[in-house]
Each structure stands twice: as C-alpha cells, then as structure tokens.
C-alpha cells in the first residue's frame, strides 16, 4: 500500500517537522511531537447534514441492546446503543477478553452476526477460552487481524451487528510509519474504526491495555475519542472484578457492575453490598459507608488497624483509598478530634478491592481510624461526610439514596453531614455538623 506523507507535530505548540526530534524547536518541549497524518487540502463534506431543531433530538429515543449481563446494562443505563464507541481498559490478565467473549456469545445469539478482532490471541487460544466459557454462537466470528485498512474493507463489505477490537493497542495503519502501540496509531486507528460504526449504526468495543505504572499510550488518549470508557478492576488474585463506569455520553457514569471470575468464565454478582459484607467481622476499626458516583450505592467496609510503630516515622498504608488523603484526615482527628496517631502505624482497607475516590468517605475512615485506637467497636451505622481542616463535616450528594441502600440491608442508624439531613422512615439519622460531635455519638 501506498504510504502516506506523514508529519510530526509538536502537541504543545503545533510546530511541524518531517522528522521526529526528542525536543521541539520551537517552544523547547521534550517529547512532545507526534506523527499525524498531513491533511493535503480542504476536504469538502459531500454529505449533507441539516441542523434539526432541539426539540426534534428529545423526542428520538435509543434502543438499548443487551449485552447478556444484567448488571453491565444497568451500569450502561439500559445496555449498548446503535453506533455507541466503548473502550474496556484494564490491566493484562484481568478478564477482558473473557467478559468481551461472552458478551459476543450472548449478542450473536439474539443480534446477528459479531465480529471479534483479535490481535493478542492466536485463534486455537481463542477457541480454547470459548470451549471452556461454552461459546457456541454460530454468528460469532473471529479475525485474527492487525491491520486497520483490512479491518475498514472488511466492515465496508459486511455490517456486523456488533464490533469487538481486542485490543486497539495491536492495530496499526498502514498510512503510519509509527509502531503499533503509539498514540498516533492507537488514536487513528480508534478514529476511523467509530468514524465508520457510528454511521453504520454498529456499537463497538474497544479494549484498552493498561499497565501497572498507570497508562500506556492508549486509554488517556482515547478517553477524548469514545463515548464511554469503562475501568476493569480488581486484584489479580482474587475471584472478583469490577468494571467502572468512568464517563458515558449515554447515560450516568460512575455505576459499577460486580463480577465473580469462575472456572466457566465471569459471573455477575446481582447484590453487590451483600457481596462486599459477607465476611464482615465485627470489630473495633470497622466502619460502613455507602459509595456512590453513579446512579446505585453500594455499602462497603472501611476498615482501620493502628498499632505502635516499630520506627520513629510511623507508617501510613491505604488500599483503596488515597494516603494523602489519609494524613490529612489524621492531623484533624488529633487537632479537632484528640484522636492521637503520630506515635502509630496506620492501615486503611476499603474491603472488596474498590477504590473510594468521592470525599464522602472521608467521616467514615476518620471514625474507622477512631475506632481502632481507642478499640472500641462502632455497631451498624452508616456513616457519610466529607470532612474539611477545621474538623467540619462537609455535605454530601445523594444521601437519601445511600441510606435506602442501607436501610435494605437492614442497617437503621445513619450518621450524615448537618447540611443534607434527611428524614428516612425506618431509620435513625443523625445528623452532624463536626467531627467531635461524630465521635461523641459513635465511640
Ligand atoms: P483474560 O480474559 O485473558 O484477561 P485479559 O484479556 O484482561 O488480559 O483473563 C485471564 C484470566 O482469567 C486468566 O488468568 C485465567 C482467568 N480465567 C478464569 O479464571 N476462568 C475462565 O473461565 C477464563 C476464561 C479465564
Ligand atoms: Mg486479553
């Protein structure tokens, strides 16, 4: 194939080059120049679109189609729409290609024919996972294929019903010197792919690799690209995974779906707050929260353990929870609160391999902290609050909903911030203006 003319472009300044230089000229950036395709002239749209008024775009409304998991639709708002561009992102080995598969089993079965683009597997490892996961879908087809142009023709001579590339990582254009991987390949490739899907109507998804260190070229990059970006998480080594909802264009982000990885595949958890309190044990450092960013809360355990340190400088360890976050939460303690921890070894866990980031966890973990160091246990009471450096509790969104998750559970005190005080039946919620006064009430 003819090679295109490529540049490289400064994404700081916009300088241009024919060659890749380690630093820009023109404004002193390090690595910052890019290759991207040179746009030869205007290109003129053919096409003719007519701007509709608004009114006419609320009344059209989206089929929702299943992916064969209950709780990913829910998190999705009802289920993939026509045209929708998704990327999976998640660290190797975490189950993507498993999950991926299984919604491609599910979706031939009721939607037609669905392509599975594979670059990572050989097909006799793909046919080894569908064995085991029982895929059996005679309108699930597997292409074991790198190349976008390849993939462009074959999507211009069949309309499949759904699109899965796995992953955009191991694409690459032929009109690109870069390797696959790059951003330039990675973004090109992603481009042209949803360019072509939104308008034939067909969803697509697109999975992401994600290192330990954080980012590989790719998901950031993406992110601008797609309509939804979903975060597979989880430890490795244990059996359940979470797939976040980090922004949906069509529907509310932040909703999560709990998985059970088993011998025959994922499974979905369908209550994930029973799920994450099963093996609760009641003791001192222990405290429930009700996490939300998205349109269902879940109940979790914060747990707290302070010991005496070993060493002068006292250890701070969190595990789904930022430890900044945490030494600030523990100056206040001891400056409003009299909870003293400087001569102490501290350890957060959020329980169940979710990482909190909403500050209404805040009250939670400081009362977890609180817990432990005076070894006191702290019963069932949801506690919710963001907490300020003056000791205050801060307001929180969503509190009603949060305390109905609780309240189904079984749980009937609640400790909320004075400024979203609500009135629940079935449930005693007090509401708290500071941390000492949360204190008082719990411990
Ligand atoms: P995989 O989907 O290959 O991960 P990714 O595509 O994100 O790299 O999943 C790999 C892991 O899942 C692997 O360690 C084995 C495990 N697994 C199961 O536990 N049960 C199963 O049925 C399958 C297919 C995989
Ligand atoms: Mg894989």
């Given at each position: 194939?003819?090679?295109?003319?490529?540049?490289?472009?400064?994404?700081e300044c916009?300088?241009?080059?024919?060659?890749?230089?380690g630093?820009c000229?023109?404004?002193?950036?390090?690595?910052?120049?890019?290759?991207?395709?040179?746009i030869q002239?205007?290109?003129?749209?053919?096409?003719?679109?007519?701007?509709?008024?608004?009114?006419?775009y609320?009344?059209?409304?989206?089929?929702r189609l299943?992916?064969?998991?209950l709780n990913?639709?829910?998190?999705?708002?009802?289920?993939?729409?026509?045209?929708?561009?998704?990327?999976?992102?998640g660290e190797?080995?975490?189950?993507?290609?498993?999950?991926?598969?299984?919604v491609?089993?599910?979706f031939?079965?009721?939607?037609g024919?669905?392509?599975?683009?594979?670059?990572?597997?050989?097909?006799?490892?793909?046919s080894?996972?569908?064995?085991?996961?029982?895929?059996?879908?005679?309108?699930?087809f597997?292409?074991?294929?790198?190349?976008?142009?390849?993939i462009v023709?074959?999507?211009?001579?069949?309309?499949?019903?759904?699109?899965?590339?796995?992953?955009?990582?191991?694409?690459?254009?032929?009109?690109?010197q870069?390797?696959?991987?790059?951003?330039?390949?990675?973004?090109?490739?992603?481009?042209?792919l949803?360019?072509?899907?939104?308008?034939?109507?067909?969803?697509?998804?697109?999975?992401?690799?994600?290192?330990?260190?954080?980012?590989?070229?790719?998901?950031?990059v993406l992110?601008?690209?797609?309509d939804?970006?979903?975060?597979?998480?989880?430890e490795?080594?244990?059996?359940?995974r979470?797939?976040?909802?980090?922004?949906?264009?069509?529907?509310?982000?932040?909703?999560?779906?709990?998985?059970?990885?088993?011998?025959?595949?994922?499974?979905?958890?369908?209550e994930?707050s029973?799920?994450?309190?099963?093996?609760?044990?009641?003791?001192?450092?222990?405290?429930?929260?009700?996490?939300?960013?998205?349109?269902?809360?879940?109940?979790?355990?914060?747990?707290?353990?302070t010991?005496?340190?070993?060493?002068?400088?006292?250890?701070?360890?969190?595990?789904?929870?930022d430890?900044?976050?945490?030494?600030?939460?523990?100056?206040?303690?001891?400056?409003?609160?009299?909870?003293f921890?400087?001569?102490?070894?501290?350890?957060?866990?959020?329980v169940?391999?979710?990482?909190?980031?909403?500050?209404?966890?805040?009250?939670?973990v400081?009362?977890?902290?609180?817990?432990s160091?005076?070894?006191?246990?702290?019963?069932?009471?949801?506690?919710?609050?963001e907490?300020?450096?003056s000791?205050?509790?801060?307001?929180?969104?969503?509190?009603?909903?949060?305390?109905k998750?609780?309240?189904?559970?079984?749980f009937?005190?609640?400790?909320?911030p004075?400024g979203?005080?609500?009135?629940?039946?079935?449930?005693?919620v007090?509401?708290?203006?500071?941390?000492?006064?949360?204190?008082?009430?719990?411990?």
């Amino acid at each position: 194939m003819k090679k295109e003319k490529t540049v490289f472009v400064c994404q700081e300044c916009g300088y241009s080059s024919p060659k890749w230089l380690g630093k820009c000229p023109s404004c002193g950036s390090w690595n910052s120049l890019v290759e991207e395709r040179e746009i030869q002239e205007r290109v003129r749209v053919s096409r003719k679109i007519v701007p509709k008024p608004i009114g006419d775009y609320i009344g059209e409304s989206y089929e929702r189609l299943k992916t064969g998991f209950l709780n990913l639709d829910q998190s999705l708002d009802g289920g993939l729409v026509p045209g929708q561009v998704l990327l999976l992102a998640g660290e190797p080995g975490i189950g993507k290609s498993t999950l991926l598969l299984q919604v491609c089993n599910f979706f031939s079965k009721l939607y037609g024919k669905t392509f599975y683009i594979s670059g990572e597997e050989s097909p006799t490892q793909i046919s080894m996972r569908a064995k085991r996961l029982g895929v059996d879908s005679e309108n699930l087809f597997v292409y074991p294929e790198t190349n976008l142009e390849e993939i462009v023709y074959l999507l211009e001579e069949e309309r499949p019903s759904l699109l899965v590339v796995d992953s955009i990582q191991t694409l690459f254009s032929s009109a690109l010197q870069s390797s696959p991987g790059s951003v330039a390949q990675v973004r090109e490739c992603a481009f042209r792919l949803s360019e072509i899907c939104k308008e034939g109507d067909i969803p697509l998804l697109l999975v992401g690799q994600v290192n330990k260190e954080g980012v590989v070229a790719g998901p950031k990059v993406l992110e601008h690209i797609v309509d939804t970006v979903l975060y597979f998480e989880g430890e490795r080594f244990s059996f359940y995974r979470l797939v976040k909802v980090v922004k949906n264009r069509f529907g509310a982000g932040g909703n999560v779906a709990v998985f059970k990885m088993s011998s025959s595949g994922l499974e979905e958890v369908p209550e994930p707050s029973a799920f994450f309190l099963q093996e609760r044990v009641h003791s001192p450092g222990s405290v429930l929260f009700s996490h939300t960013e998205g349109s269902k809360p879940v109940i979790l355990e914060v747990q707290a353990l302070t010991i005496q340190a070993l060493y002068t400088t006292p250890q701070r360890r969190t595990q789904g929870f930022d430890v900044n976050r945490l030494a600030l939460i523990l100056a206040v303690l001891e400056k409003e609160g009299k909870i003293f921890t400087r001569d102490k070894d501290v350890f957060v866990n959020i329980v169940g391999g979710i990482r909190v980031e909403e500050p209404a966890v805040d009250l939670a973990v400081a009362m977890a902290v609180a817990s432990s160091v005076k070894d006191k246990k702290i019963e069932d009471v949801l506690v919710l609050g963001e907490v300020g450096l003056s000791g205050e509790v801060r307001s929180v969104h969503s509190v009603e909903e949060r305390l109905k998750e609780g309240l189904r559970f079984g749980f009937r005190r609640a400790i909320v911030p004075k400024g979203c005080h609500v009135e629940l039946q079935g449930m005693d919620v007090l509401p708290v203006k500071h941390i000492r006064e949360a204190i008082d009430i719990l411990l």
